[in-house]
Protein backbone atom coordinates (compact mmCIF):
# COMPACT_ATOMS: atom_id res chain seq x y z
CA UNK A 1 0.00 0.00 0.00
CA UNK A 2 1.18 3.31 -0.83
CA UNK A 3 2.12 5.65 2.46
CA UNK A 4 -1.47 8.44 1.35
CA UNK A 5 -2.93 9.29 4.49
CA UNK A 6 -5.95 11.37 3.15
CA UNK A 7 -8.06 9.55 1.14
CA UNK A 8 -11.38 11.35 -0.26
CA UNK A 9 -12.68 8.56 -1.73
CA UNK A 10 -13.84 6.76 1.41
CA UNK A 11 -16.44 9.71 1.17
CA UNK A 12 -17.91 7.95 -1.95
CA UNK A 13 -17.60 4.44 -1.07
CA UNK A 14 -21.05 4.03 -1.34
CA UNK A 15 -24.89 5.60 -1.83
CA UNK A 16 -25.15 5.78 1.81
CA UNK A 17 -21.83 7.91 2.69
CA UNK A 18 -22.42 9.39 -0.37
CA UNK A 19 -25.92 10.76 0.96
CA UNK A 20 -24.67 11.88 3.96
CA UNK A 21 -21.50 14.07 2.65
CA UNK A 22 -23.64 15.60 -0.23
CA UNK A 23 -23.65 19.40 -0.02
CA UNK A 24 -26.71 20.20 -2.56
CA UNK A 25 -29.40 18.59 -2.91
CA UNK A 26 -33.08 19.31 -5.37
CA UNK A 27 -36.17 19.16 -4.30
CA UNK A 28 -39.79 20.56 -5.79
CA UNK A 29 -40.04 23.39 -2.70
CA UNK A 30 -37.23 25.24 -4.46
CA UNK A 31 -38.93 24.99 -7.97
CA UNK A 32 -40.97 27.71 -9.48
CA UNK A 33 -42.60 26.34 -13.10
CA UNK A 34 -42.93 28.80 -16.05
CA UNK A 35 -46.02 28.19 -18.49
CA UNK A 36 -47.39 29.16 -21.18
CA UNK A 37 -50.82 30.14 -21.90
CA UNK A 38 -53.16 31.64 -24.80
CA UNK A 39 -57.07 33.00 -24.50
CA UNK A 40 -58.17 30.00 -27.48
CA UNK A 41 -59.28 26.42 -27.09
CA UNK A 42 -56.68 23.86 -27.47
CA UNK A 43 -53.22 22.82 -26.18
CA UNK A 44 -50.74 23.89 -28.70
CA UNK A 45 -47.04 22.25 -28.53
CA UNK A 46 -44.32 24.93 -28.98
CA UNK A 47 -41.99 22.78 -31.45
CA UNK A 48 -38.33 23.94 -30.22
CA UNK A 49 -39.57 22.88 -26.18
CA UNK A 50 -40.62 19.18 -26.69
CA UNK A 51 -43.39 18.68 -23.72
CA UNK A 52 -44.46 22.47 -23.29
CA UNK A 53 -47.32 24.00 -24.32
CA UNK A 54 -49.39 26.87 -25.44
CA UNK A 55 -52.29 26.09 -22.79
CA UNK A 56 -55.39 26.75 -22.82
CA UNK A 57 -57.73 27.29 -19.74
CA UNK A 58 -58.10 23.96 -18.94
CA UNK A 59 -55.03 22.24 -20.10
CA UNK A 60 -53.37 24.90 -17.75
CA UNK A 61 -55.50 23.90 -14.73
CA UNK A 62 -54.06 20.25 -15.46
CA UNK A 63 -50.75 20.84 -15.95
CA UNK A 64 -50.80 22.93 -12.31
CA UNK A 65 -52.71 20.13 -10.40
CA UNK A 66 -50.21 17.26 -11.97
CA UNK A 67 -47.25 19.43 -10.48
CA UNK A 68 -48.84 20.36 -7.22
CA UNK A 69 -49.28 16.24 -6.66
CA UNK A 70 -45.67 16.04 -7.26
CA UNK A 71 -44.55 19.30 -4.47
CA UNK A 72 -44.20 22.24 -7.32
CA UNK A 73 -46.52 25.43 -6.10
CA UNK A 74 -45.26 28.22 -7.60
CA UNK A 75 -45.68 28.86 -11.13
CA UNK A 76 -45.02 31.65 -13.26
CA UNK A 77 -47.27 32.60 -16.46
CA UNK A 78 -46.72 33.91 -19.50
CA UNK A 79 -48.95 35.08 -22.07
CA UNK A 80 -49.43 34.29 -25.75
CA UNK A 81 -51.36 37.90 -26.68
CA UNK A 82 -53.80 37.81 -30.33
CA UNK A 83 -51.75 40.06 -32.58
CA UNK A 84 -54.93 42.07 -33.10
CA UNK A 85 -54.84 43.45 -29.30
CA UNK A 86 -50.72 44.08 -29.75
CA UNK A 87 -50.66 48.09 -29.71
CA UNK A 88 -47.46 50.63 -29.63
CA UNK A 89 -48.72 51.40 -26.56
CA UNK A 90 -49.37 47.65 -25.13
CA UNK A 91 -52.52 49.19 -23.10
CA UNK A 92 -53.62 45.37 -22.76
CA UNK A 93 -50.71 44.79 -20.44
CA UNK A 94 -52.87 46.29 -17.89
CA UNK A 95 -56.45 45.16 -18.84
CA UNK A 96 -58.19 44.22 -15.71
CA UNK A 97 -60.41 41.32 -18.47
CA UNK A 98 -57.25 40.81 -20.06
CA UNK A 99 -56.34 36.86 -20.19
CA UNK A 100 -53.36 37.35 -17.27
CA UNK A 101 -55.49 38.67 -14.75
CA UNK A 102 -58.44 36.45 -15.24
CA UNK A 103 -56.31 33.56 -14.97
CA UNK A 104 -55.08 35.05 -11.77
CA UNK A 105 -58.33 34.94 -10.45
CA UNK A 106 -59.42 32.03 -11.86
CA UNK A 107 -56.47 29.75 -10.43
CA UNK A 108 -56.87 31.62 -6.86
CA UNK A 109 -60.05 30.83 -6.63
CA UNK A 110 -59.37 26.96 -6.98
CA UNK A 111 -55.91 26.92 -5.24
CA UNK A 112 -55.62 29.87 -2.61
CA UNK A 113 -52.04 28.56 -1.66
CA UNK A 114 -50.90 28.24 -5.26
CA UNK A 115 -48.36 30.66 -5.54
CA UNK A 116 -48.31 32.71 -8.63
CA UNK A 117 -45.84 34.77 -10.43
CA UNK A 118 -46.02 36.91 -12.76
CA UNK A 119 -43.49 39.37 -15.40
CA UNK A 120 -44.10 42.23 -16.05
CA UNK A 121 -42.49 43.75 -19.45
CA UNK A 122 -44.17 44.78 -22.26
CA UNK A 123 -42.86 42.50 -24.93
CA UNK A 124 -46.14 40.12 -25.07
CA UNK A 125 -48.79 43.24 -25.81
CA UNK A 126 -46.34 45.16 -27.81
CA UNK A 127 -46.69 45.67 -31.22
CA UNK A 128 -42.91 46.27 -31.52
CA UNK A 129 -42.15 42.94 -29.55
CA UNK A 130 -39.82 44.72 -26.97
CA UNK A 131 -40.27 45.02 -23.45
CA UNK A 132 -40.45 48.82 -23.21
CA UNK A 133 -41.77 51.68 -24.94
CA UNK A 134 -40.40 52.55 -28.57
CA UNK A 135 -39.61 55.86 -29.61
CA UNK A 136 -39.59 57.15 -33.23
CA UNK A 137 -35.64 56.26 -33.32
CA UNK A 138 -36.66 52.58 -32.24
CA UNK A 139 -34.96 53.50 -28.74
CA UNK A 140 -37.15 51.88 -25.91
CA UNK A 141 -37.96 54.66 -23.70
CA UNK A 142 -36.76 54.07 -20.27
CA UNK A 143 -39.33 56.80 -17.60
CA UNK A 144 -42.06 56.46 -19.69
CA UNK A 145 -41.97 52.74 -20.08
CA UNK A 146 -41.29 52.05 -15.97
CA UNK A 147 -44.69 54.24 -15.73
CA UNK A 148 -46.56 51.52 -17.93
CA UNK A 149 -44.71 48.51 -15.38
CA UNK A 150 -46.21 50.06 -12.51
CA UNK A 151 -49.56 49.61 -14.32
CA UNK A 152 -49.21 46.46 -15.11
CA UNK A 153 -47.44 45.37 -12.19
CA UNK A 154 -50.79 46.67 -9.86
CA UNK A 155 -53.26 44.89 -12.68
CA UNK A 156 -51.30 41.98 -11.65
CA UNK A 157 -51.53 42.58 -7.79
CA UNK A 158 -55.10 43.25 -7.68
CA UNK A 159 -55.65 39.71 -9.69
CA UNK A 160 -54.40 38.20 -6.93
CA UNK A 161 -50.44 37.95 -7.99
CA UNK A 162 -48.08 36.78 -4.81
CA UNK A 163 -45.06 37.91 -6.72
CA UNK A 164 -44.20 40.83 -9.24
CA UNK A 165 -41.71 39.68 -11.27
CA UNK A 166 -39.96 42.77 -13.39
CA UNK A 167 -37.97 41.10 -16.46
CA UNK A 168 -37.81 44.38 -18.63
CA UNK A 169 -34.46 45.93 -17.31
CA UNK A 170 -35.39 49.44 -17.34
CA UNK A 171 -33.90 51.56 -14.27
CA UNK A 172 -35.38 52.27 -11.03
CA UNK A 173 -38.27 49.59 -12.14
CA UNK A 174 -37.66 47.91 -9.01
CA UNK A 175 -38.33 51.38 -7.11
CA UNK A 176 -41.20 52.56 -8.89
CA UNK A 177 -42.71 49.42 -8.88
CA UNK A 178 -42.53 48.96 -5.10
CA UNK A 179 -44.24 52.30 -4.24
CA UNK A 180 -46.40 51.76 -6.25
CA UNK A 181 -47.61 48.72 -4.76
CA UNK A 182 -46.93 50.31 -1.47
CA UNK A 183 -49.41 53.47 -2.59
CA UNK A 184 -52.16 50.92 -2.85
CA UNK A 185 -52.84 48.28 -0.79
CA UNK A 186 -50.28 45.90 -1.88
CA UNK A 187 -47.71 45.97 1.07
CA UNK A 188 -47.59 42.04 1.04
CA UNK A 189 -47.14 41.47 -2.53
CA UNK A 190 -43.49 40.53 -3.31
CA UNK A 191 -40.90 41.81 -5.99
CA UNK A 192 -38.45 39.07 -7.90
CA UNK A 193 -36.43 41.06 -9.90
CA UNK A 194 -34.63 39.90 -12.66
CA UNK A 195 -31.85 41.40 -11.74
CA UNK A 196 -29.02 40.26 -14.29
CA UNK A 197 -30.51 39.52 -16.88
CA UNK A 198 -28.89 39.05 -20.36
CA UNK A 199 -29.16 39.56 -23.90
CA UNK A 200 -29.13 35.91 -24.80
CA UNK A 201 -30.20 34.35 -27.64
CA UNK A 202 -31.01 31.82 -25.35
CA UNK A 203 -34.36 32.82 -25.46
CA UNK A 204 -34.92 32.08 -29.00
CA UNK A 205 -37.54 29.26 -28.42
CA UNK A 206 -39.54 31.10 -25.47
CA UNK A 207 -39.85 34.00 -28.22
CA UNK A 208 -41.25 31.33 -30.57
CA UNK A 209 -43.31 29.80 -28.02
CA UNK A 210 -45.08 33.23 -27.20
CA UNK A 211 -44.56 34.83 -30.52
CA UNK A 212 -42.86 37.56 -29.45
CA UNK A 213 -39.71 38.46 -31.06
CA UNK A 214 -38.74 42.05 -31.68
CA UNK A 215 -40.17 43.64 -35.04
CA UNK A 216 -36.96 44.84 -35.33
CA UNK A 217 -33.41 45.65 -33.55
CA UNK A 218 -32.27 43.69 -30.47
CA UNK A 219 -32.76 44.39 -26.47
CA UNK A 220 -29.11 45.07 -26.06
CA UNK A 221 -29.75 48.81 -25.64
CA UNK A 222 -31.82 47.21 -22.24
CA UNK A 223 -30.50 43.78 -21.15
CA UNK A 224 -27.01 43.24 -20.31
CA UNK A 225 -23.72 42.35 -22.37
CA UNK A 226 -23.31 38.43 -21.28
CA UNK A 227 -19.48 40.09 -21.46
CA UNK A 228 -19.80 41.65 -17.91
CA UNK A 229 -19.82 40.38 -14.31
CA UNK A 230 -18.79 43.61 -12.78
CA UNK A 231 -22.25 45.29 -13.90
CA UNK A 232 -24.43 42.64 -12.77
CA UNK A 233 -22.69 43.27 -9.48
CA UNK A 234 -23.96 46.86 -9.81
CA UNK A 235 -27.34 46.17 -10.87
CA UNK A 236 -27.76 43.78 -8.00
CA UNK A 237 -26.94 47.05 -5.65
CA UNK A 238 -29.34 49.09 -7.09
CA UNK A 239 -32.18 46.60 -6.84
CA UNK A 240 -31.38 45.88 -3.30
CA UNK A 241 -31.56 49.39 -2.54
CA UNK A 242 -35.25 50.06 -4.24
CA UNK A 243 -36.27 47.18 -2.29
CA UNK A 244 -36.15 44.00 -4.65
CA UNK A 245 -37.29 41.18 -2.05
CA UNK A 246 -35.52 38.25 -4.14
CA UNK A 247 -32.95 38.84 -7.00
CA UNK A 248 -32.68 36.70 -10.23
CA UNK A 249 -30.22 35.78 -12.50
CA UNK A 250 -30.84 34.79 -16.28
CA UNK A 251 -29.93 32.75 -18.06
CA UNK A 252 -28.99 30.57 -15.54
CA UNK A 253 -26.28 27.03 -17.22
CA UNK A 254 -23.66 29.85 -18.86
CA UNK A 255 -24.06 31.94 -15.89
CA UNK A 256 -23.05 30.11 -12.94
CA UNK A 257 -20.36 32.63 -12.59
CA UNK A 258 -22.59 35.62 -11.93
CA UNK A 259 -25.01 32.94 -9.64
CA UNK A 260 -21.76 32.69 -7.89
CA UNK A 261 -20.53 36.14 -7.28
CA UNK A 262 -24.54 37.11 -6.14
CA UNK A 263 -24.29 34.70 -3.28
CA UNK A 264 -21.41 36.15 -1.94
CA UNK A 265 -22.87 39.56 -2.34
CA UNK A 266 -26.11 39.57 -0.76
CA UNK A 267 -27.98 37.93 1.78
CA UNK A 268 -31.25 38.09 -0.27
CA UNK A 269 -32.55 34.91 -2.11
CA UNK A 270 -31.32 34.08 -5.49
CA UNK A 271 -33.30 32.65 -8.50
CA UNK A 272 -31.23 31.54 -11.38
CA UNK A 273 -33.94 30.85 -14.97
CA UNK A 274 -33.30 27.58 -16.62
CA UNK A 275 -34.28 29.19 -19.88
CA UNK A 276 -35.84 28.31 -22.91
CA UNK A 277 -32.82 27.45 -24.96
CA UNK A 278 -31.15 25.36 -22.28
CA UNK A 279 -34.28 23.39 -21.96
CA UNK A 280 -34.14 23.04 -25.56
CA UNK A 281 -30.56 21.47 -25.75
CA UNK A 282 -31.26 18.98 -23.22
CA UNK A 283 -34.06 18.16 -24.95
CA UNK A 284 -32.44 17.98 -28.55
CA UNK A 285 -29.59 15.91 -27.31
CA UNK A 286 -31.58 13.42 -25.01
CA UNK A 287 -34.27 13.16 -28.18
CA UNK A 288 -31.42 11.67 -30.12
CA UNK A 289 -30.15 9.45 -28.07
CA UNK A 290 -26.67 11.42 -27.39
CA UNK A 291 -27.37 12.23 -23.61
CA UNK A 292 -29.16 10.66 -20.73
CA UNK A 293 -32.10 13.26 -20.03
CA UNK A 294 -32.80 12.29 -16.80
CA UNK A 295 -28.92 12.32 -15.59
CA UNK A 296 -27.94 15.60 -17.24
CA UNK A 297 -31.54 17.58 -16.45
CA UNK A 298 -30.67 16.45 -13.05
CA UNK A 299 -26.63 17.49 -13.25
CA UNK A 300 -27.46 20.72 -14.68
CA UNK A 301 -30.53 21.52 -11.67
CA UNK A 302 -27.72 20.72 -9.10
CA UNK A 303 -25.13 22.52 -10.69
CA UNK A 304 -27.46 26.03 -10.54
CA UNK A 305 -27.94 25.02 -6.97
CA UNK A 306 -24.18 24.59 -6.21
CA UNK A 307 -23.43 27.77 -7.80
CA UNK A 308 -25.48 29.29 -5.05
CA UNK A 309 -29.05 29.67 -6.45
CA UNK A 310 -32.18 29.54 -4.07
CA UNK A 311 -34.66 28.81 -6.31
CA UNK A 312 -34.65 27.56 -9.66
CA UNK A 313 -36.96 28.86 -12.49
CA UNK A 314 -37.07 25.76 -14.91
CA UNK A 315 -39.57 24.22 -17.59
CA UNK A 316 -38.55 21.03 -16.02
CA UNK A 317 -39.94 21.61 -12.56
CA UNK A 318 -42.66 19.19 -13.07
CA UNK A 319 -40.88 16.42 -14.66
CA UNK A 320 -38.41 15.83 -11.88
CA UNK A 321 -40.76 16.30 -9.52
CA UNK A 322 -42.40 13.01 -10.56
CA UNK A 323 -38.62 11.92 -10.88
CA UNK A 324 -37.84 12.99 -7.52
CA UNK A 325 -41.24 11.46 -6.17
CA UNK A 326 -40.31 7.82 -7.88
CA UNK A 327 -37.12 7.31 -6.77
CA UNK A 328 -37.34 7.73 -3.14
C1 LIG B 1 -39.70 38.73 -21.65
C2 LIG B 1 -39.08 37.47 -21.17
C3 LIG B 1 -38.21 36.66 -21.90
C4 LIG B 1 -37.99 35.51 -21.13
C5 LIG B 1 -38.69 35.68 -19.93
N1 LIG B 1 -39.35 36.90 -19.97
C6 LIG B 1 -37.68 36.82 -23.27
C7 LIG B 1 -36.91 38.01 -23.64
O1 LIG B 1 -36.44 38.78 -22.79
O2 LIG B 1 -36.78 38.22 -24.83
C8 LIG B 1 -37.15 34.36 -21.57
C9 LIG B 1 -37.42 33.05 -20.91
C10 LIG B 1 -36.86 31.87 -21.61
O3 LIG B 1 -36.15 31.95 -22.63
O4 LIG B 1 -37.16 30.77 -21.15
N2 LIG B 1 -39.56 39.86 -20.93
Known amino acids: MLDILERPRRNRINPTIRGLVRETTLSTERFIYPLFLHAHD ?45 TAGAEEAWNPNGLIPQTIKALK ?9 TDVALDPYSSAGHDG ?12 TVEALCKQALCQAAAGADIISPSDMMDGRVGAIRSALDQDTYTNVGILSYTAK ?5 YGPFREA ?3 APRGGTKESYQMDPANSREAVRELELDISEGADMVMVKPAGPY ?24 AMLKAASANGWLDEKKVVLESLTA ?16 VGEWLNTSA
Open 42 to 86: GKIPITSMPGCFRHDCKSLFEEIEAARQVGVNAIVLFPAIDDGLK
Open 109 to 117: DKWPDLVVL
Open 133 to 144: LVDENGYVMNDE
Open 198 to 202: YASAF
Open 210 to 212: LDS
Open 256 to 279: LDIIRRFREQTELPIAAYQVSGEY
Open 304 to 319: IRRAGADMILTYFARQ
